[in-house]
């Protein structure tokens, strides 16, 4: 079992910047490719980041690459997600999640363990 509590959310202006950060619960963190998703009012939850079980290998949706970073810090069980030049459109409840696969992946589904989300919310 894996507890992820995010945190790092808030209020900020477009072209401004937020960095989230997702604590993991356990000893065996290292183990599991860790995601990022976001879910917007009266939108389906979409895809944001990905990163493998050593941070050696990332994946991004389209729409925040080139914006935002993912990474994580194995000693401390913790993966974060620095967000860059925030657009309206960002605005959602970001979750992170903790999946048992062998490589990155970016399908919901394949995610064992979720957070309860974080609040970003980017003003124009």
């Known amino acids: 079992q894996v507890q992820l509590v995010e945190s790092g959310g808030g209020l900020v202006q477009a072209g401004g910047s937020l960095r989230l950060s997702c604590a993991a619960s356990?000893?065996?963190?290292?183990?599991?490719?860790m995601g990022w998703f976001r879910q917007a009012p009266g939108k389906e939850r979409e895809f944001v980041a990905t990163?493998?079980?050593?941070?050696?290998?990332?994946q991004y949706a389209d729409s925040v690459k080139g914006r935002f970073i993912i990474s994580r810090d194995n000693a401390k069980n913790t993966v974060y997600l620095q967000m860059n030049s925030l657009k309206p459109e960002d605005t959602a409840v970001y979750h992170c999640?903790?999946?048992?696969?062998?490589?990155?992946?970016?399908?919901?589904?394949?995610?064992?363990?979720w957070g309860q989300g974080t609040q970003v919310t980017v003003s124009s």
């Open positions: 999640a903790a999946g048992q696969t062998i490589v990155p992946v970016t399908t919901a589904t394949r995610y064992d363990y």
């Open positions: 990163i493998s079980r050593s941070g050696g290998s990332t």
């Open positions: 356990g000893r065996t963190f290292s183990r599991y490719v």
